[in-house]
Every structure is written in C-alpha cells, then in structure tokens.
C-alpha cells in the first residue's frame, strides 16, 4: 500500500513540473486525473463493495429468519427461535432461559440439530 500510494504522488508531482521551454510536451496531460480515479476504483473494489456484499448477506439471513431456527449471536449465544417480532427476536437458550434481542445482532444460522448434538456432549 506503501508503495502505491509513493508512485501515485510521484506521478502527481510530474505532472506538475513546469513545462520545457521547446514545447515539445506542451499538452495537458490526464495521468494524474486517471491516477486518482484508478486509486479510488481500487479502493472501492478493495474495502467498500465487499463490505456492501457482507451487509446484503447478513440482511437476507435475517429477513429468512423463521420460528425453529438454530441461530448463533454475535457474542456467542447459541438458541432455537422462539418468536419474531418487527426488530425483535426471542431466542430460547434452554428450558429456562429465553431472551429477547433485536435480529442484527444474529451472526449466524445454525444446521438444525447443532443444539442436540452440543448438549449431548
């Protein structure tokens, strides 16, 4: 990243520099404006269109959300879906315990029968 961002400014700086007396080079030139649009291409491609497809990803997951589901949290928990509300999901994590959380905070869906085999160990 080093490296780029070195070569983007040296090229920026060319195209800078004074131009020579003969007018041999007497053009505008377009490097740096396509150096700046090929940084920030990259930068898109590199950091926000994957974190756009990891957003999409993770609402599909909780719009198919359903009653029965084995779904882990993001700090860890591991339920079965009790109920679904608008925002709000109630997990049961076990006979006694059922918490209320909103659905972003769900991280993953669980194969079924990830809970029985957990308890059994």
């Given amino acids: ?11 920026l700086i060319s195209g800078c520099m004074p131009q020579s007396s003969d007018g041999a080079d007497g053009g505008f030139t377009y490097l ?3 150096m700046i649009l090929t940084f920030f291409l990259f930068i898109y491609f590199v950091t926000i ?23 882990m949290t993001s700090s860890g928990l591991v339920g079965r879906v009790e109920s679904i509300k608008d925002r709000f ?17 769900i991280s993953s869906k669980l194969p079924k029968g990830t809970i029985n085999s957990i308890e059994s160990q």
Avoid at 1 to 11: D, F, N
Avoid at 89 to 105: A, C, D, G, R, W
């Fill in 32 to 34: 740096p404006f396509f």
């Fill in 89 to 105: 999901v109630s997990i049961k994590l076990n006979e006694n315990v059922s918490i209320n959380m909103q659905k972003e905070f």
């Fill in 1 to 11: 990243m080093r490296i780029l961002i070195t070569l983007l400014t040296l090229l």
């Fill in 49 to 71: 269109r994957p974190q756009q497809k990891r957003q999409k990803e993770h609402q599909n997951l909780v719009d198919a959300l359903e009653k029965g589901d084995e779904v």
